[in-house]
C-alpha cells in the first residue's frame, strides 16, 4: 500500500521544514516541499498538518528476554512496545537463555524475528571467555556487534580472562559493544555492604545501588576498553554511560563516521538522580547505576557537545516479583523503557537541555551512521521508509496501565508528558495507528554497509 503523508513538520539533517511524502513500495518515492504538485494516485492519505515526521528512532540497545525469558517479554510484545513508541529499528543483546553465543544459536533469534517481529531487527553475538572462534566468524554485514560484559550483568556473561579481551579486541571482526564496569570493585562493594548489613548500619533498600557499582567502577573498566580500543585499532561503543568522569575518555572533535571509539547513554540517566531512589526504589535499579545528579546534569550537556552519540534504552523488563519482592541484594536489575524513551527526552527537549533536531541526531541519525547501516535513519528519497509522526502538543499520563512491556510496569507511571506518537511506519507499511496496531506485516533484518 501507498501512502501520502502531508503538510507534516520534518525534522532531518538539522533542518525543520514543512512538507509532504509519498511511500511507496516500502521507499520514501518523494519529499514534496510546499506548493509542488504531485499526483499521488491511489495512495491512502494522511493529513499531518501540526505533526512532526521524524526517521524511525534506532535502538541499538534492548533485551527482548526470548528465547527462555518469555515471561518477563518476548520478540512480539517487546517490538509492540517499540513502534508504539516511535522505534522501527532495534537491536537485541545475547543475555537469554540459552545465551545467544553461537552462530547457530544467533540465526534461530533470526527466525524469532522474521516471525515476530514489528520493528526491523539485528542480534549481537555474545563474548565469553572460550567462544573467541565464534566471535570470529561474526559476519559484519549480517550481524550488528559483538556484545561484551566486563562487568557481571543479568545473565552472568562476565569475560574477565585479560588474554581473552586481547584478542577480542585485536580479533573481532565487527563492533565492540562494551557493559563496562570493574567486577573487582562490585565484589568488593557488595561484601562491605552485606556487612554492613548484617551490622544493621544499612538498609539493603535500593539507595545503596550506586555505592555497590560505582563511579570507580564504571571509569576503570572504561578506561580499560578504551585503552585495548586504541591499542588494537577495534572499533569500540561503550554502551550506558552514566558518570561525569567517563565523558573524559571521549572525543568530539572529529566526525562520527571517523570515530572509532563512541558512547552512549539512556533516558534514565538523564532523568533520574540519587534522590529518585527515595521515591521509585525498585523501579530504577539498574546496571550501570543511576547516580548524582552532577553525573546527571554532565550527561546532559554532554549530548549538547558531542562527547555522547547516541541514546539507547536498554529496555530490560523484569517480573514485578523479581523486582519488588526481597530486598536490594535479591531484586534484578533492569525495567522496560523502549516505549516511553522518546516521550521522555522530548519533556528533556522541553526544559531547554536539547532541541528536536539534535534529539533526531542522537536517536535517528547517529546509530545508522554509528552501525552503517543501509539506507535507514534519515528521511531521504530511496531511503527504506521508516517514519514516525509524533503530536508535541499532547498531554498524556505514563502509568503502568498504558504499559505495552509484557511485564505490565514502568517506572516512569506517573510522570506527565506532553507527546505522543500518532503513526509509526516501518518499511513503508503502517504498523501503529493512534492506538491501533496493524500487524499484517514485519520487520527486516537490518544489513550494515561494513
Known amino acids: 500500500m501507498d501512502f501520502y503523508i502531508k503538510n507534516a513538520t520534518l525534522v532531518n539533517e538539522g533542518e525543520t521544514f514543512v512538507a509532504s511524502v509519498f511511500l511507496s513500495d516500502g521507499?520514501?518515492?518523494?519529499?514534496?516541499?510546499?506548493?509542488?504538485?504531485?499526483?499521488?494516485?491511489?495512495?491512502?492519505?494522511?493529513?499531518?498538518?501540526?505533526?512532526?515526521?521524524?526517521?524511525?528512532?534506532?535502538?541499538?540497545?534492548?533485551?527482548?528476554?526470548e528465547p527462555g525469558l518469555t515471561q518477563k517479554g518476548d520478540i512480539h510484545t517487546e517490538s509492540r512496545s517499540a513502534v508504539a513508541g516511535g522505534v522501527t529499528s532495534f537491536m537485541d543483546m545475547p543475555n537469554t537463555a540459552p545465551q545467544t553465543v553461537t552462530h547457530d544459536l544467533l540465526q534461530q533469534k533470526f527466525d524469532l524475528a522474521a516471525e515476530k517481529s514489528l520493528a526491523n531487527y539485528s542480534f549481537y553475538l555474545g563474548a565469553t571467555n572460550d567462544n573467541l572462534a565464534e566471535v570470529v566468524k561474526t559476519d559484519p554485514k549480517h550481524v550488528c556487534g559483538v556484545k561484551l560484559f566486563m562487568g557481571s550483568s543479568t545473565g552472568n556473561m562476565l569475560v574477565d580472562k585479560n588474554e581473552v579481551l586481547v584478542r577480542l579486541f585485536r580479533e573481532s571482526p565487527c563492533l565492540i559493544a562494551a557493559h563496562c564496569e570493574d567486577e573487582d570493585i562490585i565484589r568488593a562493594n557488595t561484601v562491605r555492604c552485606k556487612?554492613?548489613?548484617?551490622?544493621?548500619?544499612?538498609?539493603?533498600?535500593?539507595?545503596?545501588?550506586?555505592?555497590?557499582?560505582?563511579?570507580e567502577a564504571c571509569y576503570r573498566s572504561s578506561s580499560k576498553a578504551i585503552d585495548m580500543a586504541e591499542k588494537f585499532g577495534a572499533r569500540l561503543h561503550v554502551l550506558?554511560?552514566?558518570t561525569k568522569a567517563e565523558l573524559s575518555l571521549f572525543r568530539n572533535d572529529i566526525p562520527l563516521k571517523d570515530k572509532k571509539i563512541t558512547a552512549e547513554t539512556c533516558p534514565h540517566y538523564l532523568w533520574f538522580d540519587e534522590c529518585s531512589y527515595e521515591d521509585k526504589g525498585f523501579a530504577i535499579k539498574c546496571n550501570p547505576a543511576i547516580k548524582a545528579s552532577r553525573d546527571r546534569n554532565a550527561l546532559l550537556h554532554?549530548?549538547?557537545?558531542?562527547?555522547?552519540d547516541t541514546i539507547g534504552t536498554d529496555?530490560?523488563?523484569?517480573?514485578r516479583e523479581e523486582k519488588f519482592t526481597g530486598d536490594y541484594?535479591?531484586?534484578?536489575?533492569?525495567?522496560?523503557?523502549?516505549?516511553?524513551?522518546?516521550?521522555?527526552?522530548?519533556?528533556?527537549?522541553?526544559?531547554d537541555w536539547l532541541d528536536l533536531p539534535l534529539l533526531v541526531q542522537l536517536m535517528c541519525h547517529n546509530p545508522a551512521v554509528l552501525y552503517q547501516i543501509d539506507r535507514r535513519g534519515f528521511i531521504r528519497e530511496g531511503y527504506y521508509a521508516d517514519l514516525v509522526l509524533v503530536d508535541l502538543n499532547a498531554n498524556k499520563l505514563i502509568s503502568?496501565?498504558?504499559?505495552?512491556s509484557k511485564c505490565g510496569w514502568t517506572p516512569y507511571s506517573g510522570v506527565n508528558v506532553h507527546s505522543t506518537v500518532t503513526h509509526t511506519f516501518v518499511n513503508g507499511n503502517l504498523v501503529y495507528e493512534n492506538g491501533i496496531f496493524h500487524e499484517e506485516h514485519h520487520g527486516e533484518r537490518l544489513v550494515f554497509d561494513r
Request: charged share 25%; proline share 5%.
Open 315 to 319: 529496555h530490560a523488563p523484569h517480573l
Open 329 to 351: 541484594f535479591t531484586s534484578k536489575s533492569g525495567f522496560p523503557s523502549i516505549q516511553h524513551a522518546f516521550d521522555i527526552m522530548s519533556e528533556l527537549m522541553r526544559n
Open 400 to 404: 503502568d496501565e498504558t504499559e505495552l
Open 240 to 242: 550506558h554511560v552514566s
Open 195 to 215: 556487612d554492613l548489613v548484617s551490622k544493621g548500619e544499612v538498609i539493603p533498600d535500593a539507595g545503596i545501588h550506586p555505592f555497590v557499582r560505582t563511579m
Open 27 to 65: 521507499r520514501i518515492a518523494r519529499i514534496l516541499h510546499t506548493g509542488e504538485n504531485f499526483d499521488a494516485g491511489h495512495a491512502t492519505l494522511i493529513d499531518a498538518r501540526g505533526k512532526y515526521l521524524l526517521p524511525g528512532i534506532i535502538d541499538e540497545h534492548v533485551h527482548f528476554r
Open 302 to 308: 554532554a549530548l549538547r557537545d558531542g562527547l555522547i
